[in-house]
C-alpha cells in the first residue's frame, strides 16, 4: 500500500541534547574533534627537547670546544712567560729557586702582592720541610692560577701619584733617596730590606740622587703592560 507520504518522509537524525558546552564535554570524554579545513596546515621546523632545535646542542658543543682552545692558548702563553721568568733567577739550571727571588720573579709577571699575599704564596709552594728553595713543578699551577684570577694587580697609576703628591707637599715632583727611604721604612706597611733595594736600584737617578717620581709611575705602567 502506498503510503500518504507525510508519515514515510525520512526522519532526522537524532542530536544530542541541546545544552551549552555539550561538544566540548562530548570531546572531553573522547569524541574526535575534526579539524576546521582553512587551508593547508602550518609546518613547523622540528624540535627537540624542552623546545631546542636539533642543531642547538651542535652548537653549543662547538662554543664549548672554542672556549676550552681559548683557554689553553692563554695557559700555554702564561706557562711560557712563567718559565721565562723563573729561568731568570735559576742559577743552578736544576729547575729551582731561592726562596728569596719569589718576589721579584712574581712582580716581573705583571703582579704586585702585599707583603702578606706573598708570605702566604709562598707557604703554598714551599715543599712541607722548607729548604730554602723552591721547585718550579710546584711554583707553576700556582703561578697560573694567580695570572688566570687576576690577582695582586698593580694599583693604578692616578692612585699612585696621589700617593706619591701626599708624601711630596711641596709638589716639587721629585723625593730625595733619603726622604723616599724614610718613607719606605717608617710609613704604612714596611718595605723589606730586598724590596726596598730593589725599588731604590730601579727609582732612584744616581746624578740627583733622587727620584722624578711621575716618570717612575709611568716607567712601571710601560713595563706591567
Do not use: W
Not at 569524541?31 to 627537540?48: D, L, Q, V
Not at 682552545?69 to 731561592?98: Q, Y
Not at 719606605?184 to 744616581?206: C, K, N, R, V
Amino acid at each position: 500500500m502506498v503510503g500518504s507520504g507525510i508519515n514515510d518522509a525520512p526522519r532526522p537524525k537524532e542530536r544530542g541534547p541541546r545544552f551549552p558546552g555539550f561538544r566540548k564535554a562530548k570531546r572531553a570524554a573522547g569524541g574526535r574533534r575534526t579539524p576546521a579545513r582553512r587551508g593547508a596546515p602550518r609546518s613547523r621546523a622540528p624540535r627537540g627537547c624542552h623546545g631546542h632545535l636539533p642543531g642547538d646542542g651542535l652548537r653549543t658543543k662547538m662554543a664549548e670546544e672554542k672556549d676550552r682552545e681559548g683557554t689553553e692558548a692563554i695557559v700555554a702563553e702564561f706557562h711560557k712567560k712563567i718559565k721565562d721568568a723563573f729561568e731568570v733567577f735559576d742559577h743552578e739550571t736544576n729547575n729551582t729557586v731561592d726562596v728569596r727571588e719569589i718576589g721579584t720573579i712574581i712582580r716581573s709577571l705583571g703582579c704586585c702582592p702585599t707583603e702578606g699575599e706573598l708570605h702566604d704564596f709562598i707557604a703554598e709552594v714551599e715543599e712541607e720541610e722548607p729548604t730554602g728553595y723552591i721547585r718550579f713543578e710546584k711554583f707553576l699551577p700556582v703561578m697560573t692560577r694567580v695570572l688566570l684570577e687576576r690577582k695582586y694587580r698593580p694599583i693604578a697609576e692616578d692612585v699612585l701619584l696621589r700617593a706619591f703628591e701626599v708624601l711630596d707637599p711641596a709638589k716639587r715632583g721629585i723625593l730625595t733617596k733619603e726622604e723616599l727611604v724614610k718613607y719606605m721604612t717608617e710609613e704604612g706597611e714596611p718595605f723589606s730590606q730586598e724590596e726596598m733595594e730593589e725599588m731604590l736600584s730601579a727609582a732612584i737617578d744616581p746624578e740627583s740622587n733622587s727620584i722624578n717620581y711621575k716618570d717612575y709611575i709611568t716607567m712601571m705602567v710601560i713595563d706591567e703592560n
